[in-house]
DNA sequence: CGATTAATTGATACTTCTCAAATCCTGTGG
DNA sequence: CCACAGGATTTGAGAAGTATCAATTAATCG
């Protein structure tokens, strides 16, 4: 079957991914580049499709060519937490690799995907064997670890209203806008409940009070940011 | 001066250090800690002593040899909210080195603390010459990564007295316990209540509610864990 | 286009926070 | 070593913030 859209699939070799750029491969060299080449496969899941499951052992990484997922844990009553998101140019399931522990978190595809599999044997194989590869998986790690502790600290300390203000700004900082200006991912109501740590309804009753102050407009899942500053105020109590 | 014990400052040279085994530097070879000893020097701190400051763009990495810390980020009214404690053995300082960050959290010394410094420039060096210990400490983001991820679904999904509940068995996995079977570390209740994210008044208030159940008992600061089982159902909601 | 799922709103209950006041304890200096 | 000042702990009362439950309307997907 031919892919409607050709872009929506990896090169076979990874030098012509238009993602290296800002990727963890991004200053290998060609050589090194032909090794993961010859080693990924590709793979591509359905909108809603499960790549990895909580608790799992996972047999090798991700690459994310082009998609959106987002990464979650299961509460006590089926209740997501979502920790973050993930999308073109990013790699999941290494961290499991890793520290070699179960997968911390289900990873769920938001839209439907294309990725490059790594083989765990190979992915090691190419971070033991480049040094270059490791740092920037190492600064990677280290980058998300910042960020999880923003997180941290949002979640004791800020209100839900201040929340789900920052959330919006992170959902554009991570998946841009699209031609008419609304946040170019769509999640439901429940979804971002999910990522601001709060119950549905309260999601919902603080982004029609977003909407109330012009803040944000809404079409049906779609979400325009208005006044970025005024979210951004909302949303920066600290920091 | 001479030091009152001196098992509290650590050795010359870092193969002889006590902590080795479940360090990052575990795995190293005599050659490579010879490195390390030479590029290390000594320093130590109070109790209460700042050892980084959130926002500052640290010189080096420090590495616990004897003592106990916390690492927080301030919230709006100058309110803490602790990430994580660290203490033998434990390298802080690592994530803003490697992601090029500013210090994402502030370190605190609990107790007197020793440690030894690793300047920047050195520890890029054994980072950058050393494949096995970048490995090491890859395992280590990803494990701290791991972690982080516990604590924001924690955070959002549990409700105070649970936390509290699966804080007082962290402290307990992290610090041990004395000859008594109180908990190694002495917190003050805002700490503690810093720690759960929540008022310090709704920690004092659940954890006397722990105390009339029988799940602990306290003298001044000191906390004995007296139902473990008991606590771990309640903290163990989900997972 | 119809069935199902999602979104919205209202009412109410519960959890947690804040403020205040009364001990208690800790660390310090004499 | 002891007394004391100042911070820490504790408890109560009331306010605020969120969650839950229920019912209605809207949107989405086959």
């Known amino acids: 079957m031919r892919a409607t859209h050709d872009s929506a699939e990896p090169p076979l070799h990874c030098q012509f991914c238009r993602n290296r750029s800002d990727s ?54 089926g209740k997501e937490q979502i920790i973050r998101f993930a999308t073109n140019g990013d790699l999941i399931g290494y961290r499991s690799i890793l520290s070699d522990e179960p997968i911390s978190a289900s990873i769920t595809a938001l839209v439907d995907t294309y990725a490059c599999y790594i083989p765990k044997s190979s992915f090691f194989e190419v971070i033991e064997g480049n040094p270059k590869f490791s740092l920037n998986v190492l600064k990677l790690s280290c980058h998300e670890l910042g960020e999880a502790g923003k997180m941290i600290a949002s979640l004791a300390q800020k209100t839900v209203r201040e929340r789900l203000a920052e959330i919006l700004l992170i959902l554009r900082a991570t998946f841009g806008e699209d031609e008419e200006g609304f946040l170019d991912i769509k999640l439901t109501r429940e979804e971002i409940a999910n990522m601001v740590g709060t119950a549905t309804e309260s999601a919902i009753r603080l982004l029609s009070e977003l909407k109330e102050e012009g803040r944000i407009s809404t079409q049906g899942r779609r979400i325009k940011l208005e006044d970025r500053p005024g979210l951004r105020k909302i949303a920066a109590v600290f920091e």
């Open 24 to 77: 963890a491969f991004h200053n290998l060299g060609t050589d090194e580049l032909d090794t993961i080449s010859r080693l990924k496969t590709c793979v591509s899941f359905r909108k809603g499709q499960v790549i990895m499951h909580e608790g799992a052992r996972p047999q090798g990484v991700y690459c994310i060519h082009k998609g959106k997922a987002k990464l979650y844990k299961m509460g006590p009553e």
